[in-house]
């Protein structure tokens, strides 16, 4: 029992510390105990999720539930999340009862990672290690985001997507692969556009036609 407190301690620390890296609007260790409810959520969770690992009937679910009206955050007690985990803004994110977390996850607001029916088992997504979800993106079903994967804001993920890509779009497409910067953040305004790209490339085969037929 002490040991499981203790670990618990040590994670609370680091899910501080890392949202004193991160967001550069966290002017001080008190302002991010008291007023991040990504912060209060995740600390729920973790305590839900040991009492679900128990086995104690019903207990856990009402906590998720409560933690969801206070924070506006719902994290299933059965989800397995990671280290230094950090939920900015929080607002409106979801996180389903089979999803995987891996450590130095970053989500924003509105994000959910959800399934896409009733079907049974695995039905929610897999997050590599080092992963970003940009706000109000959606994963969703038993798909796989790999190691340092970034998903622009706004975007719609149904596949896997390989590590070190970029997705973006409804639905997602990846628009970069293989970057290497592994300290790299998501530029949200910098993200390129499949969709514009593509009409950019047919206007310019169509003006080619012209300038041939005008010949």
Not at 37 to 59: N, Q, S, T
Not at 121 to 139: D, E, F, M, Q, S
Request: net charge positive.
């Amino acid at each position: 029992m002490f040991e499981t407190i203790k670990r618990g301690i040590t994670k609370v620390k680091e899910d501080i510390q890392v949202i004193k890296e991160k967001d550069p609007a966290a002017n001080n260790i008190l302002e991010i105990i008291l007023c991040y409810p990504g912060l209060h959520a995740l600390v729920a969770y973790r305590f839900a999720h040991r009492l679900y690992k128990w086995e104690i009937p019903l207990l856990p679910r009402i906590i998720s539930y409560i933690t969801r009206i206070i924070t506006g955050i719902e994290i299933h007690p059965a989800a397995k999340i990671g280290r230094r985990f950090f939920i900015d803004h929080g607002e409106g994110v979801v996180i389903g009862a089979t999803t995987i977390i891996g450590d130095d996850v970053l989500i924003y607001q509105q994000v959910t990672l959800g399934g896409t029916g009733k079907e049974q088992g695995k039905r929610h997504p897999t997050l590599g290690n080092n992963v970003i979800v940009g706000a109000g993106a959606k994963v969703l079903g038993n798909i796989t985001l790999g190691d340092y994967v970034r998903v622009g804001a706004g975007s719609v993920v149904v596949e896997d997507v390989p590590e070190y890509s970029t997705v973006v779009g409804i639905p997602g497409r990846i628009v970069q692969k293989k970057f290497r910067d592994e300290n790299g953040v998501l530029l949200h305004n910098r993200i390129p556009d499949p969709i514009k790209c593509e009409l950019n490339r047919l206007k310019y085969e169509v003006q080619e036609l012209r300038e041939k037929i005008g010949e």
